[in-house]
């Protein structure tokens, strides 16, 4: 029942976002859609591989490589999807953490958040990265044949 919640959640989320971000409006459900597919992802790697910053990374490509799939086969710009698609996972928690291990003069603690936080936000760009990259590697390799 859990996997339930955080689908929907990530889901409304997701699309809340997406709203805010003026995405149109025909696009809106779908970039909820692999806001919460990336969360599941993020949420079923996360438990299978034991670490956060892998689960993270594994849902960053999965939310780029669904973004452009959306992307191509609906004619619009790859960021519709993958902005509003990789919101559930920013470490905002652990940014909240750092500073107020900070403020409470808990040095050890604010390192130790920071840099899993840091760790965490690479790994969704990488994430991004590598997806957009193959994408565009494809299509290359595609038009050339």
Known sequence: MSIIK????SLLSTIGFAVLFSIPKDSIFKSGVVGAIGWIGFYISSIYLKSN???TFFAAITVGVLGELLARY???????????????LVPGAGM????????????????NKGTETFFIAAAISIGVIISTSLSKSIKRVKYKN
């Open 6 to 9: 955080q689908l929907i959640f």
């Open 53 to 55: 910053i892998a689960g």
């Open 74 to 88: 609906y004619k619009k710009p790859a960021t519709v999807y993958i902005v509003p698609g990789i919101v559930p």
């Open 96 to 111: 909240y953490y750092t500073m107020l291990a900070l403020v409470e003069n808990d040095f050890f603690l604010a390192a």
